[in-house]
């Protein structure tokens, strides 16, 4: 299979509170928040792989699903989208994860965008150096990352970061509405963390095997927000 590492642009992400409110009739309409928030204030990933074992990762075949709900604006109009055939790994990037990597692909600069270069010679301990830890375990979700960061520890795993429409293709698991199961069974959200985030892969999975689609954690996507288009794309990339 052949992915396209290449013309993909910033970023959107969601933010787990809104994703798991008792109000989730547009809860893809929160995923585009992310380009409108001061990019260092992220979160964490999940990686799109082109080559990956299969115990980690969860394989789509060409997949088409109806994108938005066209309950608001920035979700309208629902759109029919065709995805080209992808992997996505089952889980967030855990903190041990993304410490092999800061390890071994940090100083590599074949993993990094021009621009991610130029943010990493300004930024040489990273953007959460400090807080990536912070009395968190190496199986919880790594947070405090930025867009560049979570881009480099793509490539260096031999995959990219997904677009909005893979995230929210696999994020529904097969449902047409916003949640795949008891939110208690399926999400870390503000009305059981206890503030705080949990290690990955606690929760029930949604039926593609994915964890975590709702709550725990914001997620990066790889293309920045944007109006969604009025006729049905394949693979789109958002907007430019």
Known sequence: MTINHHNLL???????????????????????????????FLTLFTTLMSSANADTTASFGESKFTMGSGNTPD??????????????????VSIQAFEQFVADGWNDNTYWSTPGLRWR?????????????????????V?????????????????RLPTEAEWEYAARGGTKGARYGKLDAVAWYDGNSGDKTHPVGKKKPNTFGLYDMLGNVWEWCHDRSGDYPSGAQRDPRGSA
């Open 10 to 40: 910033l970023h959107i992400y969601k933010r787990w509170k809104y994703l798991c409110s008792d109000n989730l009739n547009n809860i893809f309409s929160k995923i585009c928040i992310g380009y409108r928030i001061y990019m260092m």
């Open 75 to 92: 979700e309208t109009p629902a759109h029919v989208v065709t995805l080209s055939p992808y992997k996505i790994d089952l889980t967030e």
């Open 121 to 141: 010679t300004e930024n040489a301990d990273g953007a959460g150096a400090t807080h990536r830890r912070a009395g968190r375990g190496d199986e919880h979700p």
């Open 143 to 159: 947070v405090a990352v930025t867009w560049y960061e979570a881009d480099a520890y793509c490539k260096w795993k031999g995959g």
